[in-house]
């Protein structure tokens, strides 16, 4: 299967007009983020994209087109022409929960051509200090004992802080009342004085608060503790070993883009993960970094796939 | 009070170098300007200058970007007084009386006492944050869904108060703004909702193309109907700056409207909108001839001027404090700093002192430029005025055009902007006001999200909204400002039998 893939793709770079794919890029690139500017996407978007820039030779520009929990902005980009001058930030949600979410969903995650992931950031499950259980195990037994009293907080439907809580739930068999906000400000706002018990999102968007203690963080769900809070510990050690959620973020081409210009954009990826700096920036967030077998194209265009049939199995299940 | 001194020396210390006093002021040009053009709002402006400030040291960034947010509301007022487009909810206000006043030759003094109004609103909300920003933040953490909704409620009787004429019509209005605040995805089953299908519609009306397409451009297309009446101002433009009687009238008004707008803007999910609303319904009912307000009463101007930039600067509290945005911009904001490698947190004002009290300082450093910038402007602003409105309007109608498209990078809002001309003509013409159904819009969203998350939080019982004491009394303030809203109509009313 793989062998029949490569020659494919060798077929189909044969007649790809191979002037244009040497010569790219000739103008700046547009790198659609389906978020609002200053979120954790749009962040690492910045971040990776300037060294980039430098490596392409040309400005990639970002474009932030947000609403629909992503969606809007990465049709948007799957409609584009695929010449390489518009790509796109994806994440767990926009590539992975979205068709679960959005049944009329316009575009096929699985058919959108990787590039690489960037980086990702854990999922830290938080409850308010007003709270009582202290602990994950203590949550998981308070939970089961009051369903009716359990609120649970999230920045809206098809955010990661939704569909994430929608597996949590799922894995523990518990139905709390969700409570929807409109982004991840509001919700911790009111998780922080109390009217809502408990929350998963983004380290990036937890670490300060639980730091400075005005939010209890229960577990990180990734396999290693992570150096930005290295007192929270990890589902796998909190007795919640399946629970492994992690926002991924990865830069996607349109159907159609040559290969030689993916291959481009994903060295030039792979250079930026390289940089000391970027690193350090990106590390700074709390994010974890692929390793160099995870930054190839083939393995994002699997573990496109291997998401979308997990998180349509968690979704659906939740219904 | 000693370590409030240190404070803001260490503050000064920092905003006062050299390159943090460039800073400011590059903030400060740069959001009047992108206030004054139409559309092009803080948010698409602070997105596109962030990479430029990669290179930069974060306090001399932040106080940029910050300088470009307060600048905007600065820069702001200029349009809705000159063409009568506010770019922004907090610009609504100033549009009704405002344009009103450049109308009668006093396009001027509206800008002036606009800019002055801002300073000393700016100044007094500064030292708000420096000496009581800590204890103030908590006012946010006493607002849980109930009492906000509360709050909203208070703010559809501030709607009933803004209309001129038939409270009927103005009634109307709101429930339509509510209504069209309903159009997008639901907040709790994600179904999209009126949306007709199209994608663009999905997260909503955009505000920005509402308010343009219904006041800017409506208002284009009644001019151009009338070829002798054009231009803007009719007859002399009077004097430039205010007169000393013009400052008497607006010193009470700026003092209560920087009040309102200074608390109002702690609040999270953006309060501060509810400020020049406020300001205005206050004013309004102070004053001893209220049939003033709508044709020209500088205190509709000065009062609302003054709240939205106290509003603007008491917005950082949360976000300095608590490490939690209370807005959009302020959400961008967080970005900004998370970029420079400081998270916004509880800790922030602790771990980075410089920077908190840094910011602080130069925002007083950035309402006294953004004075010295805008008092001068004002003579060239009144010139433009004199500008043919046959050359005038295509240049609006251009400028409107790419702020507004501008905003999303979306063409459809360009095309809502002019949906809404048409439904403003329309409003126009069969005399109904469309400030009260931008007020209705603002807050429907707000209460609509703000409603249904109490709900579920008392598991479907009503009883939250008396049984907490904080929502309990704002529900109280609001029964008596409707009857003091509706008595003088009901007295009128009475007088007129008598009279027969």
């Known amino acids: 299967m793989k062998k029949l893939f490569s020659a494919a793709l060798v077929m189909a770079a044969a007649f790809v007009a191979p002037a244009m794919a040497q010569t790219y890029p000739a103008k700046p690139v547009t790198m659609i983020v389906p978020f609002a500017a200053g979120g954790p996407t749009d962040i690492v978007a910045r971040f990776v994209s300037e060294h980039m820039s430098r490596t392409l030779g040309q400005q990639i520009v970002i474009e932030n087109v947000a609403g629909a929990g992503g969606t809007t902005g990465i049709t948007r980009a799957a409609g584009a022409p695929a010449d390489g001058y518009t790509i796109m930030m994806g994440h767990m949600g926009t590539h992975g929960a979205a068709p679960a979410l959005y049944p009329g969903l316009k575009y096929d995650p699985t058919a959108l051509i990787p590039v690489g992931i960037a980086a990702s950031t854990p999922i830290i499950i938080v409850g308010s200090m007003k709270f009582q259980p202290k602990t994950l195990q203590e949550f998981v037994t308070f939970a089961k004992a009051n369903p009716d009293k359990l609120n649970q907080a999230h920045a809206g439907i098809g955010s990661v802080s939704h569909s994430t809580c929608v597996m949590l739930n799922g894995q523990l068999g518990i139905k709390p009342t969700a409570v929807p906000y409109t982004g991840t400000g509001p919700a911790l706002n009111d998780m922080i004085s109390g009217q809502v018990d408990f929350m998963c999102d983004q380290i990036v968007n937890l670490a300060e608060q639980i730091r400075g203690g005005t939010i209890r963080a229960y577990a990180i769900a990734s396999p290693e503790r992570s150096p930005a809070l290295p007192d929270v510990p990890t589902t796998k050690e909190a007795g919640l070993p399946d629970y492994q959620v992690i926002a991924w973020n990865a830069i996607f081409a349109p159907v159609g883009t040559a290969p030689e210009i993916t291959a481009k954009l994903n060295d030039a990826l792979r250079k930026a993960l390289a940089d000391e700096g970027t690193r350090t920036r990106l590390l700074n967030l709390g994010a974890v970094l692929p390793t160099a077998s995870e930054q190839t194209q083939a393995f994002l265009g699997d573990f496109v796939k291997a998401e979308v049939a997990r998180w349509n199995k968690a979704l659906a299940a939740a219904k | ?500």
């Open chain 2, 1 to 500: 009070m000693t370590d409030l001194l240190a404070n803001l020396a260490l503050g000064f210390g920092t905003a006062l170098s050299l390159q943090n006093l460039w800073l400011c002021f590059v903030g400060c040009m740069v959001g009047t300007l992108i206030g004054v053009l139409p559309g092009v709002g803080p948010i698409a402006t602070i997105a596109m200058l962030l990479p430029i400030t990669f290179g930069l040291p974060p306090t001399g960034a932040l106080i940029m970007l910050a300088g470009i947010y307060y600048g905007a509301q600065y820069g702001g007022s200029t349009t809705a007084i000159l063409v009568n487009i506010p770019g922004e909810a907090t610009s609504v206000v100033t549009v009704l009386d405002g344009h009103q006043m450049a109308k009668q030759g006093r396009a001027g003094v509206a800008l002036g006492v606009a800019a002055i109004g801002s300073f000393i609103a700016g100044c007094v909300a500064t030292l708000f944050i420096a000496a009581i920003g800590r204890p103030l933040s908590s006012i946010a953490q006493l607002f849980g869904p109930a009492e906000y909704f509360s709050l909203m409620v208070m703010g559809l009787i501030f709607a009933v108060v803004l209309a001129r004429g038939s409270v009927l019509k103005a009634i109307c209005m709101i429930l339509l703004g509510l209504l069209l605040a309903t159009v997008g995805t639901d907040l709790v089953t994600g179904q999209e909702r009126l949306t007709l299908g199209l994608q663009d519609l999905s997260d909503g009306v955009d505000f920005a193309s509402m308010a343009m397409g219904i006041f800017g451009f409506a208002e284009i297309i009644k001019n151009l109907e009338n070829p002798e009446t054009r231009d803007v101002v009719h007859g002399v433009i009077g004097r430039l700056l205010p007169s000393k009687k013009d400052m008497q009238d607006s010193a009470w008004p700026i003092a209560r409207g920087t009040v309102i707008g200074a608390i109002l803007g702690i609040l999270p999910g953006n309060g501060a909108v509810l400020g020049p609303f406020a300001s205005y319904t206050v004013e309004k009912k102070l004053a001893k001839d209220s049939s003033r307000f709508g044709r020209g009463a500088i205190e509709g101007v000065a009062g609302p001027e003054s709240a939205n930039n106290a509003g603007a600067q008491t917005a950082f509290i949360p976000l300095l404090t608590l490490g939690i945005p209370p807005n959009a911009v302020m959400a961008l904001m967080v970005g900004a700093m998370t970029i420079h490698g400081i998270v916004p947190g509880p800790q922030v004002m602790t771990k980075n002192p410089e920077l908190f009290w840094g910011m602080v300082a130069s925002m007083w450093v950035g309402n006294l430029m953004l004075l010295i910038i805008n008092l001068p402007l004002v003579g060239m602003w009144v010139k433009l005025l004199k500008v043919p409105y046959r050359m005038m309007f295509p240049a609006i109608s251009i400028f409107c055009c790419i702020g507004i498209y501008s905003i999303n990078n979306s063409t459809s809002d360009v095309l809502f902007t002019a949906f809404f001309a048409v439904v403003g003509y329309a409003l126009l013409k069969f005399g109904f006001e469309p400030a009260p159904m931008l007020l209705g819009f603002v807050l429907g969203k707000l209460m609509e999200e703000k409603l249904r998350q109490a709900m579920i939080l008392s598991r479907g019982s009503f009883m939250t909204f008396v049984e907490r004491p904080l929502s309990a009394a704002l529900l109280v303030v609001s029964a008596i400002m409707l009857v003091i809203a509706i008595l003088p109509a009901m007295r009128q009313k009475r007088d007129q039998v008598f009279t027969e």
